[in-house]
């Protein structure tokens, strides 16, 4: 049992059977006759909540919030559970529900308790509790601790009103408060809509916060607010209080945004004699500006960053880095890693910024982890399914790989870097600034000699042969050049691929030589073949392409 102390209505605290064990005392301070101590169970049984609303995607925000809530019970033994907080009925939607809940699971983050897998505390959906929310509402006003308002709306605005003019906080003036017995039963009988209000005390409250450390209110600034509304649904801060209690909720981790909740929660769970669990409020995550990320900053929601695609690893290593570290220089870890090193007292109070570069950057990191097997089957498909290759699996899908992928961050990346490699914009080159050089470089002359090792055949069965044949075939063609170094293969990059940048050349050529010959190549991609790119050399007019002085373009990157 739990008692708190002072001459107040709110004298004794009886804890629910599932904690009367041994305790901790935490005290929270009014001034005044209020000295308010509330006791935690000490080994606390951790049983955590992740209560989104079902109002649109699941916000990075947010999935960091459950995140942190998943890995401190994980690493406690404890419970992670689900809870829905849908009581902004025009707004919830079961699409919006479905679509979290898809997006938690994608992340990796299973809940033990709620949606679809029940458990000893629900219903999981606040819409499906209404009942008790009623019943604790009923009880508070029998207590004393909530009062029937009448007040219209328009003499509550006025009320704000004349708050306004004076310079004082826009509180409720407490009309209602000490009603009479027959005020309030003529109000009754006369059908006046009323809503709860909690009678608030005089003084100040203290908690001390996990992460934030302690934090006061001072209850003059607050006023009795509503915990019902006049249709009969109940208010946020109520709900969350009953729901947290009733749930046996221990530790309430949760963005620093719902801190000023946190004071009015407080009074509710006093009232109805509930333990308090403890509290810890992580920071926001902020944009590269330093203000609240939000749609205007990019993409905000796990589902986008899903269908862009990045990697859930790669989404839970970097939340899990947004104001957290285990104090070492490591930046990479699985989700088993993160419950081993997680702990709540190193997550920082400061806001985190959301740097998409950084996380752009992890996921090829992660992606690039992945057993070979794997990562060459993931990113087969995606080339087969975007429509560039006819095939899936074979040699020149993992030889691809092997020279694309340091390139390839997301797997969406893969398709952009394929496209690029079997492309041949040898005009727009030629064209260029940068070619310029290269061009007054006896251009011409390099290309026919080119023209002439492939007439030969030489260079063909060069190609032929793979790598090694490409090697050997060089340094011939070098020699017989007296070219080495930027001077050979500035010219033969520009002329074979079309471009002036790029992966290794020797892997690149010898991938163009096997896509002509293979078939692999989807017809609708206009892939130009070794042969075809002689085809195009031998057309080109060099001695007009000197003298153009035509506005150049730059040219194509890789």
Not at 34 to 45: E, I, M, W
Not at 224 to 250: E, H, K, L, W
Not at 451 to 468: P, R
Request: charged residues 25%; proline residues 5%; neutral net charge.
């Amino acid at each position: 049992m739990a008692m708190l102390g002072g001459a107040t209505p709110w004298a004794k605290v009886v804890a629910p059977p599932l904690l009367q064990q041994s305790y901790t005392a935490r005290t929270f301070f009014f001034r005044r006759k209020f000295s308010v101590t509330a006791y935690s169970q000490s080994p606390l049984p951790v049983r955590v909540r992740f209560a989104p609303s079902p109002t649109g995607n699941l916000h990075v925000g947010g999935a960091r919030t459950a995140l942190f809530n998943y890995l401190f019970a994980r690493s406690k033994g404890g419970k992670f559970v689900l809870r829905i907080e849908d009581t902004d009925l025009e707004r919830s939607t079961r699409e919006s529900e479905d679509a979290v809940l898809r997006d938690l699971s994608w992340l990796g983050l299973d809940w033990d308790e709620g949606p679809g897998i029940g458990g000893d505390y629900g219903p999981y959906r606040q819409s499906e509790r209404n009942a008790l929310y009623k019943q604790y509402a009923e009880k508070l006003l029998q207590s004393g601790h909530v009062y029937r308002c009448f007040c219209s709306n328009e003499e509550l605005e006025q009320m704000k009103e004349i708050a306004k003019l004076k310079q004082l906080p826009p509180v409720y003036t407490g009309k209602w408060a000490s009603a009479t017995s027959e005020e309030v039963e003529e109000e009754l009988a006369k059908g006046t809509p009323y809503t709860f209000r909690f009678r608030v005390p005089k003084g100040s409250l203290k908690i001390n916060d996990i992460i934030r450390g302690e934090v006061s209110w001072n209850l003059d600034t607050l006023g009795d607010f509503v915990i019902m509304r006049s249709n009969g649904q109940p208010v946020y801060n109520f709900c969350v209080t009953v729901d947290d209690a009733t749930m046996a909720i221990s530790h309430v981790i949760r963005a620093e945004e719902h801190l000023p909740n946190t004071l009015r929660q407080a009074l509710i769970y006093k009232a109805l004699e509930f333990p308090m669990p403890y509290f810890a409020h992580v920071s926001l995550i902020l944009a590269p500006d330093r203000s609240k990320l939000s749609k205007r900053h990019g993409a905000t929601s796990v589902g986008q960053f899903r269908e862009m695609g990045y990697l859930p690893e790669a989404m839970v290593n970097y939340l899990a880095l947004l104001g957290w570290g285990d104090g070492t220089e490591n930046e990479f870890f699985t989700l088993d890693q993160l419950v081993e090193k997680f702990t709540i007292e190193r997550v920082n109070k400061s806001g985190a910024v959301f740097d998409s570069a950084k996380l752009r950057w992890m996921n090829g990191q992660h992606l690039r982890a992945r057993p070979s097997e794997e990562l060459t089957n993931l990113i087969g498909e995606h080339w087969k399914t975007s429509g560039l290759l006819t095939e899936s699996d074979g040699p020149f899908i993992d030889e691809s790989l092997q020279l694309l992928k340091d390139g390839i961050d997301l797997i969406t990346d893969a398709e952009k870097a394929l496209a690029n490699l079997l492309s041949y914009p040898l005009h727009s080159t030629l064209q260029s600034h940068e070619a310029e050089s290269v061009i007054q470089d006896n251009l011409s002359e390099f290309s026919a000699s080119l023209l002439a090792a492939y007439d030969s055949g030489d260079l063909v069965a060069a190609l032929e042969e793979g790598q090694a044949g490409w090697q050997k075939w060089v340094k011939g063609f070098s020699k017989s050049l007296k070219r080495k170094g930027k001077s050979l293969f500035m010219p033969l990059r520009l002329l074979l691929t079309g471009k002036l940048h790029g992966p290794d050349m020797g892997a690149s050529v010898v991938l163009l030589y096997k896509a002509g010959t293979t078939g692999i190549i989807a017809p609708e991609v206009g892939f130009v073949t070794v042969d075809e790119r002689f085809k195009m050399l031998r057309q080109i007019n060099w001695e007009t392409l000197s003298k153009d002085q035509s506005v150049k373009e730059t040219a194509t990157p890789v």
